[in-house]
């Protein structure tokens, strides 16, 4: 199973970026997936996450900018932000938390991580 995150640049405050994450591998089902981001010295953080009945939750400091959503097959994750501010710069990581069988063995809620998107917002 991996993860494969993308769409992380160079954005003007104010401006708008969208993150995608594709998950492969031969997987069962995906329970969840979400976005968390890192900014050096601090801890990784909630930006948003959606479960696979399409619930969302957000961070307290992205909601009403940014959204989260699944493509129709579920494979894939994406974050849509909108008026981006400096404080918005971080990498980005994806995550699922996914069922899948390898071999005879079976494994639930197994979370698996992508390897990270740099988002700059600076002018």
């Known amino acids: 199973v991996q993860l494969q995150a993308s769409g992380g640049g160079l954005v003007q405050p104010g401006g708008s970026l969208k993150l995608s994450c594709v998950v492969s591998?031969?997987?069962?089902?995906?329970?969840?997936m979400g976005w968390y981001r890192q900014s050096p010295g601090k801890q990784r953080e909630l930006v948003a996450t959606i479960t696979g009945r399409g619930v969302t939750k957000y961070g307290s400091s992205v909601m009403g900018r940014f959204a989260i959503s699944t493509d129709n097959g579920e494979s894939t994750v994406y974050l849509e932000m909108n008026s981006l501010i400096p404080e918005d710069t971080a990498v980005y990581y994806c995550?699922?938390?996914?069922?899948?069988?390898?071999?005879?063995?079976?494994?639930?809620?197994?979370?698996?991580w992508g390897q990270g998107t740099l988002v700059t917002v600076s002018s």
């Open positions: 591998g031969s997987i069962l089902s995906i329970n969840s």
């Open positions: 995550n699922a938390d996914l069922n899948y069988c390898s071999g005879y063995r079976c494994y639930d809620d197994v979370v698996y």
